[in-house]
């Protein structure tokens, strides 16, 4: 059975810039969760999608969107990236009562 | 809106020793869940131990057990014979026990250190 996993791994960019991370979901999963975590922090939860509509959101602008594919797997984009968005995004799958489970995260660092 | 409080940043065992983390939780909900995660250097999140809040039972993983109390909203984890690979950040977190899988509320961490 194939965890949850991420890309990539890390990714580097500048103010303003706009970004793009991904995820592909535990096999029989079908809900998928981002977490922010800034350094030295707790994760924060950005948003949620099931059966590839968002299904809950965090305290996050707009600027921050998803989607899900059919195949359960997801995106986060982020546009016009501000330093303070330097940090590890993490998402989670899950069916739809059970455990989240998580991938490896992805570094961004925005400069 | 839930709140969850660790008041430990960093804690340190000695080997084969026992150590307690900290937490505590605001909620005025009844029905929820709790969890214990570890992030070693990998990043990687890993469920260590989960409690449902009606059951009164403490839960218990092998090394890993917790100390529930539900009227002071408390909710410790207590590692026994602690081992060089504990060593990594712990999380204390929440999650409602609504409808489908509500987002988990985490605490800022403790840092846990196992000294040979």
């Known amino acids: 059975e194939t965890g949850v996993t991420q890309s990539p791994t890390h990714l580097i960019k500048t103010r303003g810039q706009q970004v793009t991370l991904r995820c592909s979901s535990q096999?029989?999963?079908?809900?998928v969760s981002w977490y922010q975590q800034a350094l030295g922090q707790g994760p924060q939860f950005i948003f949620q999608?099931?059966?590839?509509?968002?299904?809950g959101r965090g305290n996050f602008p707009p600027r921050f969107s998803g989607l899900q594919f059919p195949n359960y797997s997801s995106e986060l984009n982020v546009n016009a990236l501000e330093l303070d968005d330097s940090a590890l995004y993490l998402c989670?799958?899950?069916?739809?009562?059970?455990?989240?489970?998580f991938g490896p995260g992805t570094r961004l660092t925005v400069l | 809106a839930q709140t969850v409080t660790q008041s430990q940043p960093e804690m340190s065992v000695q080997e084969a020793e026992t150590v307690t983390l900290s937490c505590t939780y605001d909620?005025?909900?009844?029905?929820?869940?709790l969890f214990w995660y570890k992030q070693p250097p990998s990043r990687q999140m890993i469920l260590v131990i989960r409690?449902?809040?009606?059951?009164?039972q403490n839960a218990t993983e092998n090394r890993f057990s917790v100390n529930f109390q539900k009227a002071a909203k408390s909710f410790s984890l207590k590692i026994s014979d602690s081992q060089l690979g504990d060593a990594a950040m712990y999380f204390c977190?929440?999650?409602?026990?609504?409808?489908?899988?509500?987002?988990?509320?985490f605490g800022k961490g403790t840092r846990l250190s196992v000294i040979a």
């Open positions: 409690q449902e809040a009606y059951k009164q």
């Open positions: 909620t005025s909900e009844s029905d929820y869940y």
């Open positions: 977190a929440y999650r409602s026990a609504g409808s489908g899988n509500t987002p988990l509320v």
């Open positions: 096999s029989g999963h079908n809900t």
């Open positions: 989670a799958s899950s069916s739809q009562y059970n455990e989240q489970f």
């Open positions: 999608y099931y059966r590839e509509e968002e299904n």
